[in-house]
């Protein structure tokens, strides 16, 4: 019961990245149609927010001490902190381990900024034009800012903590009866969750209950009929594409504690996140956040020793799996409605 | 009756053409006046330098890099020389290889087999290279090692840890300096035994490939030759990035030492995974829960920042190491990048020097020559002690280091501390020792 227990919590925060990225993913397809590769990268760009504010915020003067030496055998330079001189160094300190909260601020402008020059400089070009040409460019973007990002910040993972009372784990056994460090769950992890329930619902608020939103859902149901209202829906759309991004960017962002960003990240859970998208439904946003909560525990049991020793392997492809069997039984994927995303 | 306007003269024309046709792959085919493949001309002779130039492993490929171009550099005369005034071998004098200026070219390895193999196939054969080096996966390694020999060139392997570089896929064309799995476990193991005791029982992540095998296969046959029991072995997928979900289960196992059988980008993130679930924090067995990473790499270690502080593994080089050798190596790469070298730039930077010091001795780039130079050759000053080039398995015997996370850096390359410079004799085995055994060296092939 308590390896159960585990997996269910282990499943919740890969879930939550895999639901905010489909979430972004579905939006954009649902509203421009465009199937967008380059999603991954987002969520990448997002990490990397949070390097950019923590090293920012480790920008340093340099003060020579002579009484240590380099590896030279030179004076040794001390690097201090600008923040360390300017607040004393016990509030320095704490502003640079806050640098992931304090980088969500920030990603937020950046990521709706990227999201529009995205959107109006590349994208919209490929609105008529085949989902295959889409992919490819979408696809092209996606290496060319992975690229960007290596040649920056290089190949190697890059550590980005979490504040000081987050780290650490909370024994969820004692509370649940079973004994000491049976059931542990990092403290960051369960803000992640948190974190990530509180952006879905807010997403889902922002398309339900503002006249904006209800302009978007009629966009996706019938971008036609909503053009020949008068609407400019090509602008909500555009907009919509810069929340999306924003979406990504903040998974990204919170997502840093948990792994080292590396280069690489928004590859690695592009291709499952696209799984995720159609697993829930086509277009299906709801289907797209139960989908990614439901494929993200699956995955975690199916790294429990007792089940990979009866299927060696099946912790790789497992998502792939229920994925046929979901087609196979829900062509249209666990929330997809009859019509849509069908012509 | 046909009718031919076959003269004598237009026969001989067109046999001189076709013979000229013929002959003409034969003449650009230089190797095959030499009896060897890509033998170079009287003013300069090709290097070819493969490592990973994209991927995960790209900065550490970068670092190789750097450590070749400075040996070239050297090699041609330049510079201050780094380790060649150190070298116990003073056949190198800076006028090139044999008084042929050295030069190089470069593929990337993209530390994918095929793409390695590809870009040294495209060396040797577009490029004229004469020696293959770099990279930074024994996968790679073991790919490319194998087309060497083939191909009839050298192969003077970059990073590579795995038994079977040298062990069941070694061959007469390669060459190791760099240390194996057996050896970082046979030099962990006294270590861990006197900092945590004999009474443990120990719980292995496993990277799934080449590499992962054989050190777990090693580290655990150390540890529980000194009382350790392993409690449950478990292989994580190379791609994996997320570890909670093998992390989570170890506390329940009733394992008091975690080993992590991860290099890289797996390894920092096995790591940060378990120190953020606590493991490093808890009691278990009436004993502090210890995390052991078997292979350091400095450059890694700072992707896992200071979740690496008390850990203890092992390393084949470390730039504070004190002896005149290392030293000057330092101080030249240092002072030509403004920052130390890695163990896998060290690697790089001295297996260059061999190669050049073994075709000066044997006075020929034949690869058979250069075999024979190489097979027994005894040196030192190049950075690990008195070493051996065996003669059995092409594998350098040297001391190992033992190496802990520092608890105090002083810059973000202070990273690791020496606990203990393990001497040779204790690190060495048989040459058919199981955990090598399977393969055949085979007979030096000089191509052509």
Known sequence: ?343 | MSKTNLTRRGVLQTGAVAGAGLALPTYLSAASHSGFTNAPGDSSVTLGFNVPQTGPYADEGADELRAYELAVEHLNGGGDGGMLPTFSSQALDGTGILGRKVEYVTGDTQTKSDAARASAKAMIEKEGAIMITGGSSSGVAVAVQGLCQEAGVIFMSGLTHSNDTTGKDKKANGFRHFFNAYMSAAALAPVLSKMYGNDRKAYHLTADYTWGWTQQESIAAATEAMGWETVNNVLTPLAATDFSSYIAPVLNSGADVLVLNHYGGNMVNSLTNAVQFGLRDKQVNGKNFEIVVPLYSRLMARGAGENVKGIFGSTNWHWSLQDDASKAFVKSFGTKYGFPPSQAAHTCYVQTLLYADAVTRAGSFNPCAVVEALEGFEFDGLGNGPTLYRADDHQCFKDVLVVKGKDNPTSEFDLLEIVEITPRAQVEYAPDHPMFAGGQLGSCNPGA
């Open chain 1, 1 to 343: 019961m308590d390896a159960i227990i585990l997996q269910i919590l282990n499943g919740l925060d890969k879930g939550s990245a895999y639901a905010l990225i489909a979430l972004g993913l579905t939006l954009i397809f649902g509203t421009l149609g465009v199937v967008n590769f380059a999603h991954g990268a987002l969520f990448m760009i997002g990490a990397f927010c949070a390097v950019t504010v923590q090293r920012i915020l480790n920008l340093s003067y340099e003060t020579i001490d002579p009484s240590q030496t380099d590896f030279l055998g030179n004076p040794l330079v001390v690097k201090t902190p600008y923040v360390h001189s300017w607040f004393g160094p016990e509030t320095g300190a704490s502003i640079i381990e806050w640098s992931v909260p304090i980088a969500i601020i920030f990603a937020i402008p950046i990521m709706i900024a990227i999201g529009f020059i995205m959107e109006r400089g590349l994208i919209k070009h490929f609105y008529k034009r085949p989902h295959a040409d889409q992919i490819l460019v979408t696809f092209g973007l996606a290496i060319v800012l992975q690229e960007l990002i290596k040649y920056f910040y290089g190949a190697n993972p890059i550590q980005t903590g979490a504040p000081d009372v987050f780290r650490g784990s909370f024994d969820f056994g004692v509370l649940l009866g079973f004994d000491p460090n049976v059931i542990i769950y990092p403290y960051w992890r369960l803000v992640y969750f948190a974190f990530a329930a509180v952006i879905i619902g807010a997403v889902f608020a922002f398309l339900q209950f503002t006249t904006f939103g209800m302009v978007v859902r009629a966009g996706m149901a019938d971008r036609e009929t909503v053009g020949l209202l008068g609407i400019n829906i090509d602008k909500k759309f555009t907009i919509m594409f810069g929340l999306a991004a924003a979406v990504a960017g903040l998974a990204g962002v919170m997502y840093a504690p948990i792994n080292s960003p590396n280069y690489h990240m928004g590859m690695d859970f592009l291709v499952l996140s696209f799984v995720v998208v159609v697993v829930g439904g086509m277009g299906s946003l709801p289907g797209a956040v139960l989908a990614g909560f439901l494929l993200g525990i699956l995955e975690s049991f199916a790294s429990m020793n007792e089940i990979k020793s009866i299927l060696p392997g099946i912790d790789q492809i497992i998502i792939y799996l229920v994925a046929i069997i979901i087609l196979l039984t829900r062509p249209r994927g666990l929330m997809g409605r009859k019509g849509v995303m069908e012509d």
